[in-house]
């Protein structure tokens, strides 16, 4: 096993709509489809699709929605072994995602109040995958259960990777502050928050200073996105590498930051190919996941060779031009 992910699965439905509605606004739905989603599962699928071997620490209740988020899983390929069934009459984990013309979109997580799943324990978590794997992948789903297995699996010298990439608001919501992000960082080897999520804590939105903020407290790889306008990565030597997004005409975005660690953590840590060329790749198959709706358009490796034999990165030059001014 490469890559062994702590996070959610869920099962999203995405209506794409004529236009995001304001506040007491209406909409119209033109259309409607229903797939696998949670961005712990995004990251294996791209993962997965990309020739990791993969599997899934996660909890699902006991209904038919549950049962075609098992089979999803089952046949991309990711090892469910560790996906724990919640028998008591609880709901699946669901999203809502409101998608405009644009590829602008609105997320509502759907818990169903009473029927909403409680949280994966220390006593269901299967933590002796983590004897077979060379990555421990976690979304801080839930936040508490990260930090202990982070703790676990270092002291097996398992590379960990960590991935925040919500808004602060939903970030605070799951229990994370400065206090419990220096603690977990102790145990993290490449740390990837998103500009928003990070921003709060460093007190700026600028780049420079998030990145300086993370690196205070952080001597690994750090990976900072930034949406539609790339990502800048700094690695445990402090050579930085500052690449932009593809120019698309995007779709949806929905796990488009999921697609992009995956990849990353394929190519860089589990291919040991160079910071630059990973990056790059990363962010082909970011851009390849906005051209159709959800997640599970995430590309499959001939697909993002394909892209990248008639895009480059984005400025006229190809991955082996690339690797060599890296090298």
Do not use: W
């Not at 038919?64 to 999803?72: E, F, L, R």
């Not at 270092?154 to 960990?160: L, P």
């Not at 906005?290 to 995430?298: F, P």
Request: proline residues 3%.
């Amino acid at each position: 096993m490469d890559i062994l992910g702590l996070g959610g699965s869920a099962l999203d439905t995405i209506k794409v709509v004529d236009h995001l509605p304001v506040r007491d606004g209406f909409c119209s739905v033109l259309s409607t489809r229903r797939m696998l989603g949670g961005s712990g599962t995004n990251v294996l699928v791209q993962a997965q699709r990309l020739g990791a071997r993969t599997a899934s620490i996660s909890k699902v209740a006991d209904d038919a929605d549950s049962d075609a988020i098992v089979d999803s899983l089952r046949r991309i390929g990711v090892d469910t072994r560790g996906v724990i069934r919640q028998q008591g009459g609880f709901a699946a984990p669901r999203c809502l995602i409101y998608v405009d013309g644009h590829g602008e979109k609105a997320l509502v997580l759907d818990g169903e109040g009473r029927r909403a799943l409680p949280p994966i324990s220390m006593e269901e978590a299967s933590f002796d995958l983590m004897d077979e794997t060379s990555v421990l992948y976690l979304d801080l789903n839930p936040a508490e259960l990260s930090l202990a297995a982070a703790k676990i699996a270092k002291d097996k010298g398992k590379t960990v990777v960590c991935n925040m990439q919500e808004d602060f608001e939903t970030v605070l919501s799951k229990g994370i502050d400065r206090e419990f992000l220096y603690e977990l960082l102790d145990y993290v080897d490449v740390f990837a928050p998103c500009q928003e999520g990070i921003g709060p804590c460093a007190g700026s939105y600028e780049i420079d200073d998030e990145i300086e903020f993370v690196r205070r407290h952080f001597s690994g790889i750090i990976v900072l996105t930034q949406g539609s306008r790339g990502v800048c990565a700094v690695d445990a030597s402090n050579r930085r590498f500052d690449v932009p997004a593809f120019d698309i005409d995007a779709r949806d975005t929905t796990g488009a930051g999921d697609s992009f660690i995956g990849a990353f953590m394929t190519e860089h840590i589990i291919g040991d190919c160079p910071m630059r060329q990973s990056l790059v790749f990363a962010s082909a198959c970011a851009a390849l996941t906005c051209l159709d709706y959800g997640a599970l358009s995430s590309p499959t490796r001939g697909r993002v060779e394909e892209f990248l034999a008639s895009h480059g990165n984005g400025m006229g030059e190809d991955l082996r031009t690339i690797a060599h001014k890296e090298n």
